[in-house]
């Protein structure tokens, strides 16, 4: 069985990056290939939520003493709460062939390519800085300081786009077009010489 691939996923707000993944997961046809990262956390459980599914909930302790260990894939500190993903589930997924997807911002995106430089990053945008806008606008939950403030995280946040391997388009109304793209990103990675550097012993051993 192949290795599977761990895929980053990154992008503004109002990028649909929720929406596009839920619509992968759910894919009759390519769902069961793919599987979320379950981050750790040291913030108290929500309501309802379940320890190893929603999140892996640590105490602070435990989560710095992971730090230490290196055994953090990545992680950031938001609001007084670490937030990370861990080294061993990861490799757990992707020894069963499945590809590992995480949802992380920017910065988390860069550390994970620096620890692990085979992991496909991809930035997910509307088609345009208008089109952000109106969607956070049209979604009349925000005040204005806060839309301002997260279409100005989005200018830092494309400073770094060279640093992804590829950028992903999410159109109005073309949800399964944004998931096709991505689908193609994925089959072309898995073809891709540096994952399959036994193909000239499998070849000729048959």
Known sequence: M?????????GPAGSGKGTTLKHIFASPKHGKKYTFSVSATTRAPRPGE?????????????????IARGDLLEYTEYCG???????????????????LVLEVE?????????????????????????VQEARLRGRGTETEEKIQARLARTREELTQLEGYDYVVYNRDGKI????????????????????????????FAE
């Open 2 to 10: 192949k290795q599977g691939l761990l895929i980053v996923v990154s």
């Open 50 to 66: 379940v320890d190893g599914v929603n999140y892996h909930f640590l105490s602070r302790e435990e989560f710095e003493a992971r």
């Open 81 to 99: 709460n670490y937030y990370g993903t861990l080294k061993k589930e990861t490799e757990a997924v992707l020894e069963r062939g499945q590809n």
């Open 106 to 130: 920017v910065e988390g995106a860069m550390n994970v390519k620096r620890v692990y430089p085979e992991a496909v990053t991809i930035m997910l945008l509307p088609p345009s800085f208008a």
């Open 176 to 203: 399964g077009a944004v998931a096709e793209d991505i689908y193609a990103i994925v089959r072309a990675e898995a073809l891709r010489v540096l994952r399959n550097k036994d193909a000239a012993a499998h070849y």
